[in-house]
């Protein structure tokens, strides 16, 4: 079968969904690769690496099965074949019309954005990949815009303090964010529900800062809504570190709920001119009070609160890579004879959870999976 690699329409969209070394995989796998000229310009991958690593350029749009980052808009669907396979992100739970699309144009679709959050499927995880690298980029936009050193020094003229950056929300973009502002000479706290983190946190150079308020514990690795009592006392918390710190970098999540908001107006007025905050929860409401979704903006006491909701596309040939990696083991999973065909094994937990249309038929959402 012959994959295709199209090129990303979303405005500022600058990923693409596989590399060069992701088309020698297919090729291992069987397949004949098409990519879509000037696909990767955006990522740092010309045509010519992509030749060279043994696809040819033409229209990948008429490919048996179809590589995107991005869902494919009205226009795109309309240009997939019949019966062919699509896979991208395409958050199924909040885009039931773009199933029926997907579904009316008789296609296959899989969602990498419906990986179960299983060990196994690690490999193939997505949205763990990007946020590992939105984490690394928050870290890097906030340095970009602190006009000071994140590691403390010792020089002729005169002692600098490390910078103090605290991190809410210690999941895989947190750890990432903990991981590189240490990395960076930054003292660094954390703080995150889910006590189990604790660890982690420590394992990456950071402190971690416990709300003591019990909380329900998680079943599924995923935090719960979080308590009033637990909000009152991680609302102190979140005051007494804005007065201290000089960076704070949110990521907390709850899944199927509107971002917790954690920091207030007022905690974000009791920070320090030049101090710089970047909420990751941007696109999802926010974590914090007046973050603006895709911009930067300057507080009236001087403090820089970034919205940014393309982090990872920041990092273009990181993500693509990654995301290329991803998506070739999932290929790779959905290719047991090596043979250049894709087959799809409902029994599979896996492939039965990205499917989300087979053959024209909506399949999501999947029966439940136990996570471990
Ligand atoms: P997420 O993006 O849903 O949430 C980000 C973080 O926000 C989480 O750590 C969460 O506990 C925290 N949070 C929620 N409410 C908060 C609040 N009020 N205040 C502060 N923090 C709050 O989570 P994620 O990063 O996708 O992953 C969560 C966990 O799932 C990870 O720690 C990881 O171990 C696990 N995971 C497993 C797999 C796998 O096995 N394939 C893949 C990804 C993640």
Redo the contacts with the bound molecule.
């Keep these: 079968q012959l994959i295709g690699v199209v090129a990303e329409s979303a405005p500022g969209e600058t990923r693409v969904a596989a590399v060069p070394s992701t088309v020698r995989q297919f090729l291992g796998l069987g397949y004949e690769v098409v990519v879509e000229s000037g696909a990767g310009a955006a990522s740092g991958f010309g045509d010519r690496e992509y030749t060279d690593a043994g696809a040819r350029i033409g229209d990948a749009w008429d490919a048996d099965v179809v590589l995107k980052v991005n869902a494919p808009s009205d226009a795109e669907t309309a240009r997939l074949r019949a019966g062919a396979t699509v896979i991208a992100l395409l958050t199924p739970a909040q885009r039931p019309e773009l199933l029926r699309a997907l579904a009316d144009a008789s296609v296959t679709a899989l969602a990498l954005d419906a990986v179960p959050?299983?060990?196994r499927?690690?490999s193939m995880?997505v949205?763990?990949s990007m946020?590992n690298i939105a984490g690394y980029r928050a870290v890097i936009e906030a340095a970009h815009v602190f006009g000071r050193f994140f590691t403390g020094q010792v020089t002729a003229a005169g002692k600098v303090p490390p910078a103090k950056v605290l991190v809410?929300?210690?999941?895989?973009?947190?750890l990432a964010a903990i991981g590189a502002a240490s990395s960076l000479g930054a003292v660094v706290r954390a703080?995150?529900?889910?006590p189990e983190?604790a660890d982690q946190v420590k394992s990456l150079g950071g402190e971690y800062l416990a709300v003591d308020v019990a909380q329900e514990a998680s079943t599924d690795?995923?935090?719960k809504a979080?308590s009033a009592d637990y909000d009152r006392a991680?609302a102190r918390l979140y005051r007494e570190q804005a007065e201290d710190v000089d960076i704070v970098i949110t990521?907390?999540?709850?899944?199927g709920r509107p971002a917790?908001r954690?920091l207030t107006a007022e905690d974000v007025a009791a920070m320090r001119p030049g101090s710089v905050i970047v909420d990751m929860a941007a696109a999802t409401g926010g974590n914090v009070e007046g973050t603006v979704p895709g911009r930067a903006v300057v507080t009236d006491n001087g403090v820089t609160l970034i919205g940014y909701t393309d982090l990872a596309s920041r990092l273009p040939a990181q993500a693509s890579q990654l995301f290329g990696r991803n998506t070739a083991n999932l290929v790779a999973l959905l290719t047991p004879g090596k043979d250049g065909r894709l087959t799809l094994d409902f029994d599979d937990v896996v492939q039965r959870g990205v499917t989300v249309v087979r053959d024209g038929e909506i399949t999501w959402p999947p029966p439940p999976v136990t996570v471990s």
Excluded: C, N
């Excluded at 703080?191 to 889910?194: A, K, N, S």
């Excluded at 990521?251 to 899944?255: Q, R, S």
């Design positions: 959050r299983i060990s499927a690690q995880d949205l763990s946020a809410a929300g210690a999941g895989v973009a947190g703080t995150d529900p889910r983190v690795g995923y935090a979080t991680a990521t907390a999540l709850v899944p917790p954690l």
